[in-house]
């Protein structure tokens, strides 16, 4: 199997990849709290940036406040900013949670579209809250492309794009169809869990024998930048002028 940048992907090692990932991640299923499509289209606006811990904090009191997509769509933007600030960037994202239930109303009868065309029309909405959306509530695979799913795919050298939509489109042609969804949130959980940004827990990784990154941070070939110590004040003063 190759990717979009035509690196050749051993299907073996793919496979094995799988089993692992089912292995270890069995409870494929998004952390946002939800009871609804409109539920989990907010949750995920207001994940951006910020953790699934503290959007579940938010949105307990935000959804009995506004209860569907016509409710959001009435709100008051202060007063939707007031629940949602601790999220952080609350105010764009009041803006597109208002602006999204707006044309849910307008266009959708107020209901969740189960289309990826139809949901990347949505104000805030792009192909990943999409994909969450449509594999987590109506059983549509899709690949979900965020942070860790983009450094974690590029470490097991499944991809070599940084692009979202690219790295999407990657995957989409190495994993089988039916575990889009299930796969793109179990990356997300080792991202987290092990796959950390910074400095990866490859001692304590089950793919590390199947990872070439993992391969250069164990041989001390790759890993976290040294920060440069700061110059003393004696250094950066300009020279004294003597007479």
């Given at each position: 199997m190759a990717n979009r940048t035509g690196k050749t992907v051993d299907p073996r090692r793919m496979e094995r990849i799988l089993a692992?990932?089912?292995e270890h991640y069995p409870e494929s299923e998004t952390a946002l709290s939800h009871e609804n499509p409109v539920q989990l289209l907010v949750a995920t606006i207001l994940s951006a940036q910020c953790t699934d811990a503290r959007v579940n904090l938010v949105t307990p009191a935000l959804f009995r406040k506004y209860p569907d997509?016509?409710?959001?769509?009435?709100?008051?933007?202060?007063?939707?900013?007031?629940?949602?600030?601790s999220t952080g960037f609350f105010r764009s994202k009041a803006?597109?949670?208002?602006?999204?239930?707006?044309?849910?109303?307008?266009?959708?009868?107020?209901?969740?579209?189960?289309?990826?065309?139809?949901?990347?029309?949505?104000?805030g909405v792009g192909r990943k809250t999409a994909n969450v959306v449509l594999g987590s509530c109506f059983g549509i695979p899709g690949i979900t492309v965020d942070t860790h799913v983009g450094r974690v795919?590029?470490?097991?050298?499944?991809?070599?794009?940084?692009?979202?939509?690219?790295?999407e489109f990657d995957l989409m042609k190495l994993v089988p169809e039916s575990r889009w969804s299930s796969?793109?949130?179990?990356?997300?959980?080792?991202?987290?869990?092990?796959?950390?940004?910074?400095?990866p827990l490859c001692e304590a990784c089950f793919l590390r024998d199947l990872c070439p990154y993992s391969a250069l941070i164990l041989q001390g070939?790759?890993?976290?930048?040294?920060?440069k110590p700061a110059l003393s004040a004696a250094k950066t003063a300009p020279p004294r002028r003597t007479v």
């Open positions: 692992l990932l089912d997509a016509r409710a959001f769509a009435r709100a008051n933007l202060r007063e939707l900013e007031a629940l949602i600030r803006r597109n949670i208002r602006e999204c239930c707006r044309k849910l109303v307008e266009d959708f009868a107020g209901e969740v579209p189960p289309r990826l065309e139809d949901l990347i029309t949505l104000p795919s590029r470490r097991l050298g499944l991809t070599r794009h940084e692009d979202p939509v690219k790295v796969f793109s949130l179990q990356l997300i959980l080792h991202g987290r869990r092990i796959c950390i940004s910074r400095r070939k790759v890993g976290p930048r040294p920060r």
